[in-house]
């Protein structure tokens, strides 16, 4: 079977669903939440940040991230009711983090940038404020900082002594430094001992936005629009009666300060306001693992010493959620979280021209679902790469490179090495044991075992079915390819009397139970019903237990798992992430065909989570984690007393499919069987075979490209090393070996391969 | 694109013999296609049966990225 390349010449895209789905997704993720502190202010300080500034010694830095949020930090920190502190997630199991000490430690020694900044420009429209307060004092600088040219009209003749008295809490070098900044603006100061209201008339006109105080408002008459802050009859920019709470005036005149600038640009103040003042957070924070502390004390002015205030800072643990990327290889591989992954994975679907930046991650997702589980709203990441996956099929635009090797190797499972037989003397099957393909492929011993036993210990007859359950099409997103994989093995199981599957692998028994017709149990069900056979025996010392991906959510089946494992004596020590947490070994979702480097990552965090060995109960776990020289033994091998060893090549898995086919046809069907013959001999170096298997070249591979040589004569002479060199091109891909010849005997070099196809021209 | 633009260039530095026709290869006008894309290259070709011969460093080298380069395309 050769299976059809794509084209770039195809321009089609399809979205993988509706823009308002995509919104819902995304809104699973609450990796973007704001932390509790920063929800909890009006203003929506950055406290993490802040507090990681001070906790890397970068009082600048910090000072930077607070006036963002305001022009006065120093009157801003000092009379701040901190609604942040009371709600740091710390205080669930100690102290929380004295935050505005650390802003006022900030402020302090952290440097102000007093430059009004290169580029900012003058701006056209003027501003008049009028009267006195915290309110003012916060919409003078508001104003002045958006470089409005401000005349404020009070009974103060400058900056300092307006602050000084709206802000009597403050000290006079906070005052100070906080009237500076504000002095480098363009601002006027006009002394008007007591305003009156046909004073305001008078000098309202010459301006284009008129702000006052809400005393003064008073005195107007004026009422004010506590969302947009506006008194809309007049266009006046106010505020509620004068606030208590420093933050509230400081929040109030940043409220009024938008609306300046909505006016000035003749919009509706009312639209286009973002999120305004404190917010209900959805994030989650996983505290454990995290010590209780106590904060440190700071000293009677509020303010920490350098050394303190960094290591109060340092107790911050920056509150975010990541309970997916932790336990995930692939997300933490990418660096992102589940909500920009999904859109940057829907963006790729549209894209017509150009390249797909997407499509690697796309294909590096084990689709093991461990982010549903992981997530605390349960997002999955893995749906989303599937349905992505199925939708490149389905536009053409999925390469064929990083599946095709796995599909063919399907395909192969389901032909070449495809067995379905009744057990002799029966025309109908109670059962048919259904091992799987990587259980044959890794383990053949041990399934011609089980099903010697299974045929011996069951009654009502036992069939036998070697192949593979679709699983490699459906992780591929070939869905035509998938259901007719489903087709075929439901009309066999048809033939065979509609039996019970006995699954031999969790993924076959999940896939199966979801699209066969049949019942399905798995083959550890059967044996911890019927108990097991002689020369069962566990392992003499400790060891972990890695769960499928494929037992994802059936805790019935990690529950007879490790029931099984402790009847056979095993003594089994628990490790992070395990049951239903478990991670991907990097066989699932073709990782490690499409992205070894990723595959390889995720072997390698299945290996460390334990310094015992593991048993496992999915073959391809046990490859996996061998592969990264870790001890690990399937279930089966303890029940049947059979030792797999060394995790086989490419080669040997279809060699080890093929044999135990023919042993069993000829073993237990008394089936002749004829070997396939080359009439020549290759002799396979173990560096070659090392360089095959990192190349993806199957020996017979190389075997029917020499058998090509020997039909056409083709190959070249390379002179100054006496090889040969040959070709053949076998479905998408051109194989080349380099050999030497002896005979009838080819001693193989090198093989290498490429997709290109070569012509003349 | 003229139609004298190659993409890569080798020479057969007189080290390659063609087995069947027992000719030395020589540098001639190859053409590498994938995806329905073309691109042009003059590599060894056998002056008589027209074998092409593709290096293992071109292979696994440039033939590679290039093949990568497409796949996302």
Redesign the interface.
Known sequence: MTIK?????IYRTKTMFSEEELIEKERVCIHEELPYCSAACPLKLDVRTLVGQIAAGDFTAALAVYTKITPLPHILSQGCEAPCQKYCKLYDIGEGIRITALERTATQMGEINKGSGMLRMKKKKTAAIFGEGLFAAFFVGEMARKMYPVTVYSKYDNMYDMLKAAAPFADEEGIAEDAAVIAHTNIIFVHAEALTSEFFEQERHHYDLIGVSPSFLQILGGEVDETVMLWHAETVISAPIEQQDVIENAFNARKAALTADRLAQRLAPENSRGEEGCKETRLYTNLNGIAASASLPCGIDGRYTRENAISEAKRCIQCHCDECVRGCVYLQHYKKYPKKLTREIYNNANII?????M??PINSCSLCRQCTVTCPNGYNMADICLIARQNMVTTGKM?L??HEFALMDMEFSNTDAFLCRKQAGYTHCRYVFFPGCQTSAIAPDTVYKAYADLTKRLTGGVALLLGCCGAIAKWAGRELMYAETVRMLNEHFAILGHPVIIAGCPMCADMLSKHSHEQVIGIWDILAEIGFPEGAKGLDYPVAMHDSCGARGNIHMQETMRLIAEKLGCVLIDTEYSGDYSPCCGYGGLVMYANREVAHEMAKMCAERSDTPYITYCMACRDRLARENKESRHLLELIYNENAGVPPDISEKRYNRIQLKERLLREVWKELVEPVEYGFKVIFTPETRRMMEDRMILRTDVMQTLQYMRE?????????TGL??T?HREGNV?F?V?YEQKDDVYVVH?A?????????? | MTADKNYYTMDTQGNLKCLKCGVPLVKGKAKFMYLDNGFPVELPVCPICGFVYVPEELALGKVLSVEKALEDK
């Open positions: 390349e794509r084209s770039t010449k021209m150009g390249d797909h930046m499509n690697k390469p490179a990083p056409t004569k083709e190959a070249i002479l390379e002179e100054k040969l060199v070709r051109t080349w380099k090198c290498y391969s490429h997709r290109m196809n070569i012509v003349t021209r």
